[in-house]
């Protein structure tokens, strides 16, 4: 059974860096592509997004300048790091694995809220 | 704004079929396969329709999409109120080179 988490801290200042860390069990981040997708506070689901298999990286142009997507095959784990943050960048954010096609989220982690805030 | 238009809510009574519409574009919805989500209360989202109408294991068959032009549809027939949720429509888009999400239709089951 796959399953994801994330990890990082739950509060971060504003124009600092936000980073998440997702541990993946039960299938090998060498296989299938990983993603991070945001969800805002009472809104909707938001693409930031992919990295590959073999290490590239895929953005949402609206998070380019600020938004890196790393693989660490040797603990199963990929990361996300969000520069600059605001408090618009307060939501959930959550790692999941593309297992269908280029785009369909077939395994999600349960999400970690993260807050921007002084 | 989401790039992918859907009601805000929708609602049915128990035993109802009910159907969640979902517009987009040619370059999103009209040339590339759209998937749905169900998110209940809570909890993250779960895969529940891809590549337009086709179920992952374990999602009942009531459950059903569609996809005509640059609109897609999800249809539950036999509503039960365990499928009260939050339901998005995604596609890839090919001109942000990523899924695009809609805003989400909160469905309730009176």
């Known amino acids: 059974q796959v399953q994801l988490q994330e990890s990082g801290p739950g509060l971060v200042k504003p124009s600092e860096a936000l980073s998440l860390t997702c541990s993946v069990s039960?299938?090998?981040?060498?296989?299938?592509?990983w993603g991070w997708i945001r969800q805002p506070p009472g809104k909707g689901l938001e693409w930031i997004g992919h990295?590959?298999?073999?290490?590239?990286?895929n953005y949402n142009p609206s998070f380019k300048s600020r938004v890196t997507i790393s693989l660490d095959t040797s603990k199963n784990q990929f990361s996300l790091k969000l520069s600059s943050v605001t408090a618009a960048d307060t939501a959930v954010y959550y790692c999941?694995?593309?297992?269908?096609?280029?785009?369909?989220?077939?395994?999600w982690g349960q999400g970690t809220m993260v807050t921007v805030s002084s | 704004q989401s790039v992918l238009t859907q009601p805000p809510s929708a609602s049915g009574t128990p035993g109802q079929r009910v159907t969640i519409s979902c517009s987009g574009s040619s370059s999103n919805i009209g040339s590339n396969t759209v998937n749905w989500y169900q998110q209940l209360p809570g909890t993250a989202p779960k895969l529940l329709i891809y590549?337009?109408?086709q179920r992952p294991s374990g999602v009942p068959d009531r459950f059903s999409g569609s996809k005509s032009g640059t609109s897609a549809s999800l249809a539950i027939s036999g509503l039960q109120s365990e499928d009260e949720a939050d339901y998005y429509c995604?596609?890839?888009?090919?001109?942000?080179?990523?899924?695009?999400f809609g805003g989400g239709t909160k469905l309730t089951v009176l």
């Open positions: 590549n337009n109408n």
């Open positions: 990295i590959f298999y073999s290490g590239s990286t």
């Open positions: 999941a694995r593309v297992g269908v096609g280029r785009d369909g989220f077939d395994v």
């Open positions: 039960g299938d090998s981040v060498s296989s299938y592509y």
């Open positions: 995604a596609a890839w888009d090919d001109s942000l080179n990523g899924p695009v």
